[in-house]
């Protein structure tokens, strides 16, 4: 009698999930090392979330991304949460363990950080002030980040300032909240400017603040990645701004949690996004 071994299954859950490109990026590394595993989207709806979850690890799942709308529930359904994984509120990789416990962490500010140092290797956010735009769940991964790198202040605009501010009361003094309407004039100076929003993105509006204050030795990031190359991006191109975009913080999020569910640390390569943008 020949013994199988058990074939490692992980995904992606969120409702919608289709439109994920995580199916294919991983899809793309098993591949790559010849692993015996796979990756599926699975569109859980939040009255299913906790049933959902309690079962994958008895079906031969080794872990899963989470995306919207469940990344803040399900740290309430985890056994274990990261410290930074609660400091953003929220957790995108879920690893399942052998005795079924669930450990929860949130490696988008690992990812965007990732993205930034090997977009523009001379990158040095402790020289200036940083400006983000948004204070939904990924600017609070973003801003984290940006604290622990050593950016000595943030300014942040929100078109509801409510949230911007509650963002400064949990992250602190080096948060400077600044009214939706000034938020061009906030760039003055920074060295790192960043679009957590999803202006410009593919059906959403477009991103109209003024970037006349932009400075041509600022690095400026763009979360959104469809379309790849937004009008954000191409107007601080033409200042003189090295630019990254949103695809690259996608593929170095995903490698962390990879290494965990497979054994292998893969590499973001250009063949990586190649993969990726060719779905």
Request: glycine residues 10%; proline residues 6%; neutral net charge.
């Amino acid at each position: 009698m020949i013994d199988h071994p058990r074939i490692p299954l992980a995904g992606v859950i969120g409702s919608p999930v289709a439109h994920s490109r995580s199916p294919v990026l991983h899809g793309h590394w098993l591949r790559r090392h010849g692993i015996a595993g796979h990756y599926i989207p699975m569109d859980v709806a939040q009255s299913d979330l906790r049933q959902v979850l309690s079962a994958l690890p008895r079906a031969g799942f080794v872990g899963c991304n989470v995306t919207i709308p469940h990344k803040e529930s399900v740290l309430g359904l985890a056994d274990m949460v990261t410290d930074r994984a609660a400091l953003i509120g929220a957790a995108n990789t879920l690893i399942f363990r052998k005795d079924g416990r669930i450990h929860a962490d949130n490696t988008d500010g690992y990812g965007f950080i990732a993205n930034l140092r090997q977009s523009v290797p001379d990158w040095a956010p402790a020289r200036g002030p940083a400006a983000v735009l948004g204070a939904g769940g990924a600017a609070r991964a973003v801003i984290a980040s940006l604290l622990e790198v050593g950016a000595p202040e943030i300014r942040i605009a929100n078109r509801t300032r409510a949230r911007a501010e509650a963002l400064r009361s949990e992250f602190g003094a080096k948060i400077i909240v600044h009214d939706w309407v000034q938020a061009g004039n906030m760039l003055e100076g920074a060295v790192t400017v960043v679009n957590t929003t999803a202006l410009g993105m593919v059906g959403k509006p477009d991103f109209r603040v003024p970037l006349d204050a932009l400075s041509p030795q600022a690095v400026v990031s763009d979360l959104v990645y469809t379309p790849l190359r937004t009008r954000f991006l191409d107007e601080a191109a033409e200042i003189g701004c090295a630019t990254v975009d949103g695809l690259g913080m996608l593929l170095h999020q995903a490698a962390p949690a990879f290494e965990r569910w497979f054994g292998v640390r893969p590499e973001v390569d250009q063949a990586t996004r190649d993969a990726v943008l060719a779905a």
